[in-house]
């Protein structure tokens, strides 16, 4: 019998940092830019503590004309990115069946129920603070050990935002600033690009905004002829680490981008892939969205010259989830 070869291990060395009893890791340090202990030392939900009542209820006063715009991308078809496996679609019994006579309500009725299995973050959706860590922490300090296999995050599940994501949306078109019907994958967007977007749309980013950056990136690649090698590459534009400070400093609630990653990919020189995600998630404890389809609403936006509305989105409220599919809804 051939010999099987041992699985490489790199070996470990036990942590030097203790974690106290509310599982934050004593002594941790953020990044420059950072909102640990502003919301409460043992806050969970970020920069969702901006979305105040009465900014929701201000947010609502934009509702004009009620249009509505839908910023998901169908559940079902490839998403662009690849990153994660399609859902899978699944029926235990169907109203077909039952006109064949063979259904769960026999002939007389005619019944259907289905099932989906499928990555939390595998369509348009939102990164959960146990998401994406550094140096053992998560935002606030918690501990990245907090967060396993068998036990779901044991702090900052995505269920803390249960309540949903409402208050004003902005969307800054930094394609249609730059003149071009999709940025080029790999190109960053940082303050400057936020900052023109917003002054030639005329419109301002207050504390408290969703800012919906829209790059054609996802709109471009579902227009891709299958099998093309663009369609499968990764490279994207996406917001740039040098934009953390402005994200900061704008109190944005939430940053959603029509791209798989909301971070430029690859990332830029001197930054690993997950930099980004390491200063906003864990520095910052920033809502991040993925995957937003803002094409329509930034079509519109570009013909009516109104720029913001009335925001919704209600993540799941899955226990010990990391991530959750998201049906952002626009209303102007």
Same mark, same amino acid.
């Given at each position: 019998?051939?010999?099987?070869?041992?699985?490489?291990? %790199?070996?470990?060395?036990?942590?030097?940092?203790?974690?106290?009893?509310?599982?934050?890791?004593?002594?941790?340090?953020?990044?420059?830019?950072?909102?640990?202990?502003?919301?409460?030392?043992?806050?969970?939900?970020? =920069? &969702?503590?901006?979305?105040?009542? #009465?900014r929701v209820a201000a947010a609502a006063t934009l509702v004009k004309t009620g249009k509505r715009f839908s910023l998901a991308?169908?559940?079902? @078809?490839?998403? @662009?990115?690849?990153?994660?496996?399609?859902?899978?679609?699944?029926?235990?019994?169907?109203?077909?069946?039952?006109?064949?006579?063979?259904?769960?309500?026999?002939?007389?009725?005619?019944?259907?129920?289905?099932?989906?299995? !499928?990555?939390?973050?595998?369509? =348009?959706?939102?990164?959960?603070?146990?998401?994406?860590?550094?140096?053992?922490?998560?935002?606030?300090?918690?501990?990245?050990?907090?967060?396993?296999?068998?036990?779901?995050?044991?702090?900052?599940?995505?269920?803390?935002?249960?309540?949903? $994501?409402?208050?004003?949306?902005?969307?800054?078109?930094?394609?249609?600033?730059?003149?071009?019907?999709?940025?080029?994958?790999?190109?960053? $967007?940082?303050?400057?690009?936020?900052?023109?977007? %917003?002054? &030639?749309?005329?419109?301002?980013?207050?504390?408290?905004?969703?800012?919906?950056?829209?790059?054609?990136?996802?709109?471009?690649?579902?227009?891709?002829?299958?099998?093309?090698?663009?369609?499968?590459?990764?490279? #994207?534009?996406? $917001?740039?680490?040098?934009? $953390?400070?402005?994200?900061?400093?704008?109190?944005?609630? !939430?940053?959603?981008?029509?791209?798989?990653?909301?971070?430029?990919?690859?990332? #830029? @020189?001197?930054?690993?892939?997950?930099?980004?995600?390491? %200063? &906003?998630?864990?520095?910052?404890?920033?809502?991040?969205?993925?995957?937003?389809?803002?094409?329509?609403?930034?079509?519109?936006?570009?013909?009516?010259?109104?720029?913001?509305?009335?925001?919704?989105?209600?993540?799941? @409220?899955?226990?010990?989830?990391?991530?959750?599919?998201?049906?952002?809804?626009?209303?102007?």
């Amino acid at each position: 019998m051939r010999d099987i070869p041992d699985v490489p291990f %790199a070996g470990w060395d036990p942590p030097a940092y203790r974690v106290d009893t509310d599982g934050k890791v004593v002594g941790a340090e953020p990044g420059p830019h950072h909102n640990w202990g502003r919301f409460g030392e043992l806050d969970q939900i970020g =920069t &969702a503590n901006h979305l105040t009542a #009465e900014r929701v209820a201000a947010a609502a006063t934009l509702v004009k004309t009620g249009k509505r715009f839908s910023l998901a991308l169908p559940i079902g @078809p490839p998403t @662009p990115g690849g990153y994660r496996a399609e859902p899978l679609h699944l029926y235990r019994f169907a109203a077909g069946d039952g006109v064949l006579g063979s259904g769960r309500g026999g002939s007389a009725f005619q019944v259907s129920d289905d099932y989906v299995v !499928m990555a939390l973050q595998a369509s =348009t959706q939102l990164d959960g603070f146990g998401h994406v860590g550094g140096d053992s922490t998560l935002y606030n300090g918690y501990w990245a050990g907090l967060v396993t296999a068998t036990g779901g995050a044991r702090r900052l599940g995505v269920h803390h935002l249960a309540c949903g $994501i409402v208050g004003r949306a902005v969307l800054l078109d930094v394609a249609r600033h730059l003149g071009v019907a999709h940025l080029e994958p790999g190109l960053p $967007i940082g303050p400057d690009e936020l900052d023109g977007a %917003a002054a &030639a749309q005329g419109v301002h980013v207050h504390p408290g905004d969703i800012v919906l950056v829209h790059t054609g990136h996802v709109g471009w690649k579902l227009g891709l002829p299958a099998g093309s090698p663009e369609a499968t590459n990764r490279s #994207e534009p996406g $917001i740039s680490t040098r934009a $953390i400070p402005w994200l900061h400093d704008h109190d944005v609630a !939430m940053i959603a981008t029509d791209t798989a990653a909301c971070s430029v990919v690859p990332a #830029e @020189p001197g930054d690993e892939f997950l930099t980004w995600h390491v %200063a &906003a998630l864990r520095d910052l404890g920033l809502l991040v969205g993925e995957l937003f389809d803002l094409d329509e609403l930034a079509d519109d936006c570009a013909d009516d010259g109104v720029s913001e509305g009335f925001f919704v989105a209600a993540p799941m @409220p899955l226990v010990g989830s990391s991530g959750s599919p998201l049906n952002p809804i626009v209303v102007k």
